[in-house]
């Protein structure tokens, strides 16, 4: 079983940026993707950044051109970086890791964006 920890969460300022980071305890290259999601009070949990085991990334259209995801191989850690945060930004971002048979997410760790 895969755990997940993020780290990195907090309060800024719009405008302001953080960088998320996630740490597996296994290779990463064992999910067919490695993906931050985000979930705002009342509201569906939605993908923010995906990372492929081939390197191909996706964002969702609110976050393009303001949040970049990577990943760090020899530390099996995948971060994403935000950029020009916005007060719509605020949520509770979490990391998941995704295979054929395996579908598993982090406790989660809080943004807050203050206008």
């Known amino acids: 079983q895969v755990h997940l920890v993020e780290s990195g969460g907090g309060l800024v300022q719009a405008g302001g940026s953080l960088r998320l980071s996630c740490a597996a305890s296994?290779?990463?290259?064992?999910?067919?993707?490695m993906s931050w999601y985000r979930q705002a009070p009342g509201k569906q949990r939605e993908l923010v950044a995906m990372i492929t085991v081939g390197g191909r990334t996706e964002y969702a259209d609110s976050v393009k051109g303001r949040f970049t995801i990577s990943r760090q191989n020899a530390e099996n850690t995948v971060d994403l970086q935000m950029n020009n945060l916005k007060p719509e930004d605020t949520a509770v971002y979490y990391c998941?890791?995704?295979?054929?048979?395996?579908?598993?997410w982090g406790q989660g760790t809080q943004v807050t964006v203050s206008s």
């Open positions: 998941n890791a995704a295979s054929l048979r395996r579908n598993t």
């Open positions: 296994e290779n990463i290259f064992n999910f067919n993707s």
